[in-house]
């Protein structure tokens, strides 16, 4: 089975631009997790997604918003850039049932100037 | 903020010793799993350990449970420099689906 698909790996931005990233999840896999890591706040739980529909968010502004697709494949959408919004950002697939085991594409680095 | 914080930060062993993690959490779980990371990657998932289990094995690595004081360990015996990584707890709950992971342990073995 093909593992979990980040793309872009790389992305530089100005403050202000928007950007959306992609996360193809494992084939059979109905939930995509999506997480921020920086080196001060570590890892940081966005939102997950099931079956099209946002099962669970985190503690982030409205800037940052995703959605999931009918083949399962999901997007991350940061408005309004910010130099804060630099890190690494990590997409996990599951089955979405117990015990929620997650398996993680390699990221998408994100540098906002 | 996290639920679970994992101890030491850092730790920096020889290569054949054994590596010692912990990870203490604030409320009820369902489960709790262990992560690796090598530098800049994704997270890989290590070894799940239910709440009511208490030790589980998988190879060179051991995981105990102690529910009554909120906390876990990950054992890695007879390191490798490749177990050089960060490794992470999480652990699901009260918040359904979605995993709190701790701080991270940065493991540095050397050879």
């Known amino acids: 089975k093909a593992g979990v698909t980040q793309t872009p790996r790389y992305l530089i931005k100005t403050r202000g631009q928007q950007v959306t990233l992609s996360c193809s999840p494992i084939s059979g896999h109905r939930s995509v997790s999506w997480y921020q890591q920086t080196p001060g706040q570590g890892l940081q739980f966005l939102f997950e997604y099931f079956s099209e529909t946002q099962r669970n968010k985190g503690n982030f502004p409205g800037r940052f918003s995703g959605r999931q697709f009918s083949n399962s494949r999901s997007e991350m959408n940061v408005s309004t850039l910010e130099l804060g919004d630099s890190a690494l950002y990590l997409c996990?697939?599951?089955?979405?049932?117990?015990?929620?085991?997650?398996?993680f594409g390699a990221g998408t680095r994100l540098s906002v100037l | 903020s996290q639920q679970g914080e994992e101890d030491p930060q850092a730790l920096s062993i020889q290569e054949g010793e054994n590596a010692t993690m912990n990870c203490s959490y604030k409320t009820s779980i369902n489960n709790l799993q262990w992560y690796r990371q090598n530098s800049g990657r994704g997270l890989v998932h290590l070894i799940l350990?239910?709440?009511?289990?208490r030790e589980k094995h998988s190879g060179r690595l051991r995981v105990t449970l102690d529910t009554s004081k909120k906390s876990s360990s990950l054992l890695i015996t007879a390191s490798r420099a490749a177990d050089t990584a960060s490794y992470f707890c999480a652990t699901d709950g009260t918040s359904g689906s979605r995993l709190t992971f701790g701080e991270g342990t940065q493991l540095t073995v050397n050879p």
């Open positions: 996990a697939s599951s089955s979405g049932q117990v015990p929620y085991i997650q398996y």
């Open positions: 350990i239910r709440s009511n289990e």
